[in-house]
């Protein structure tokens, strides 16, 4: 944890940005009947009933000391979503970075498997 904590405290590098990674499931949901409309001053009420329309997975790239944040929606949260991510984190949001510094929870997609790497003699080389 404090090396975690260690990471934040470097200054900006817009050479080595500072990428928070994680992602939540979301539930979908309808509403059954027609909210009401709220009177002046008051909320618009919504009924306690809803219709389950499936869930859906949020993936978020956030930079802390960049201000910046990036959200991807995707139908689940498989192995080749998180690579898609990661693919489009190096080459749209950072394409000149000389290495992006990453911060992420161990979740089992989070490996370098997921990106078709393999560590090789200490070294990590693409497939």
């Not at 911060?103 to 089992?108: A, E, F, Q, T």
């Amino acid at each position: 944890m404090e090396e975690v904590l260690d990471v934040y405290k470097r200054p900006f590098d817009p050479k080595r940005p500072l990428v928070c990674f994680d992602e939540r499931p979301k539930q979908l949901i309808a509403e059954v009947r027609k909210p009401i409309p709220a009177r002046p001053g008051l909320p618009a009420r919504y009924d306690y009933e809803y219709r389950r329309n499936g869930v859906a997975n949020i993936f978020m790239m956030f930079e802390p000391l960049a201000g910046k944040r990036k959200v991807k929606i995707a139908q689940r949260r498989t192995k080749r979503d998180f690579a898609e991510c990661m693919r489009q984190l190096v080459d749209q949001v950072h394409p000149d970075a000389a290495a992006i510094v990453l911060v992420m929870d161990n979740l089992n997609t989070h490996k370098k498997a997921s990106l078709g790497i393999r560590a090789c003699r200490g070294q990590a080389d693409r497939r």
